[in-house]
Nanobody, 116 residues
């Protein structure tokens, strides 16, 4: 079955960096675009970044452009989110996402807290 397992979250000071990883299994990873979303309690889940199947095209939320970078390693079935210059407003649960045909899959999430 499809599994998405996020890791790499934690507590970081403002201005710091984290790299999130999402290990995928149960499907042909290189054939699907991947995305990262985030959610704060009481708010809707929002798209942070997306990447196409061979990584040739990426897109970002305006709030993270220039600070976050999404990438993928198709040999390792893993998608990454490098987060630099983190701000307190980046604090959220971060989720990995894939849509396979008409079915959406989410990981369990990894918490990122940006605080001094």
């Amino acid at each position: 079955q499809v599994q998405l397992v996020e890791s790499g979250g934690g507590l970081v000071q403002p201005g710091g960096s984290l790299r999130l990883s999402c290990a995928a299994s149960g499907f042909t990873f290189w054939q699907y675009a991947m995305s990262w979303y985030r959610q704060v309690p009481g708010k809707e889940r929002e798209l942070v970044a997306g990447i196409t199947i061979v990584g040739g095209s990426t897109n970002y939320a305006d709030s993270v452009k220039g600070r976050f970078t999404i990438s993928r390693d198709n040999a390792k079935n893993t998608v990454y989110l490098q987060m630099n210059s983190l701000k307190p407003e980046d604090t959220a649960e971060y989720y990995c996402y894939v849509r396979i045909r008409e079915v959406v899959y989410w990981g369990q999430g990894t918490q990122v807290t940006v605080s001094s």
